[in-house]
């Protein structure tokens, strides 16, 4: 059976102070064993302490993006090595903030995943389409263009490792949700694509979770859906009672 995840991406909010208050308010709320397992993104200068801070308990940290070189001449960036160092061993690729405000293309992406899953890292793989892909009923094209150009060169061994996030991007920090069924949809033709391209049984075991604009009121409805295992949580994560609703909303 395929996992349920719930995961929260901090973006770039809360500072150390702010993180520490925020994870110590979740944890206070957490019951001991939820149903979904848990995460949580902060930003890089937080994740050590938030890794030891949550070492007892079942929440995750993960981070938010990686680069792709082992180590050298890039200024401002983090390795897979770094990560893992401090203890995280997931992270998130291909958001699409980091598409749009940092030129990931799809090429770029490919390199991301092959170097962190060769790191035995896990990943939390991003994409989704634009409100006028959407428009001009491009959607599932968009989508299946970037799982070939990024993602399916990985081996069927390395599945294991990879977790989907269907997050469009007309949806995100926007208030606008995709309706249930729009999200059942997409991760149907999600799960057929993979199908197709390697197995059903890789198809049935990936967990894709849905992200944008996710709340409290709406996560029961999402998560009902057969083939959505879960969400990546941006602005409803950064209040420990809101996640902590959406965590319980399986
Ligand atoms: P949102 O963000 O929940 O604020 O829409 C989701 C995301 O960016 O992962």
Not at 46 to 52: E, H, I, K, P, R
Not at 204 to 212: A, D, P
């Amino acid at each position: 059976m395929r996992k349920k995840i719930v995961a929260g991406n901090w973006k770039m909010n809360n500072d150390l102070a702010e993180t520490q208050e925020l994870l110590s308010h979740l944890k206070m709320q957490l019951v001991k064993e939820p149903e979904a397992e848990v995460m949580v993104a902060p930003a890089f200068t937080n994740l050590y302490s938030a890794f030891q801070g949550l070492k007892d308990t079942p929440v995750q940290v993960v981070a938010q993006n990686m680069h792709q070189a082992e180590n050298g001449a890039y200024t401002g960036e983090v390795s897979a090595k770094m990560l893992k160092s401090i203890g995280v061993d997931t992270v998130i690729l291909g958001h699409s903030e980091r598409r749009a405000h940092f030129g990931e293309t799809n090429e770029i992406l490919a390199e991301k995943v092959n170097s962190a899953l060769k790191s035995e890292m896990k990943i939390i793989f991003c994409f989704g389409e634009e409100l006028a892909d959407r428009k001009s009923d491009k959607h599932f094209d968009l989508v299946a263009k970037q799982l070939e150009e990024s993602l399916y060169q990985i081996s069927e061994a390395d599945w294991k490792n990879v977790i989907l996030a269907y997050e469009p991007v007309w949806a995100i920090g926007t208030g606008e949700t995709a309706s249930p069924e729009q999200a059942q949809e997409m991760h149907a033709f999600i799960r057929k694509n993979i199908s197709e391209k390697f197995n059903d049984e890789i198809a049935q075991n990936v967990s894709i979770l849905y992200g944008g604009s996710v709340k409290p009121a709406n996560a029961k409805e999402i998560f009902a859906k057969e083939d959505v295992d879960g969400g990546l949580i941006g602005g409803a994560s950064l209040k420990a009672v809101d996640f902590v609703e959406i965590i319980n909303a399986f």
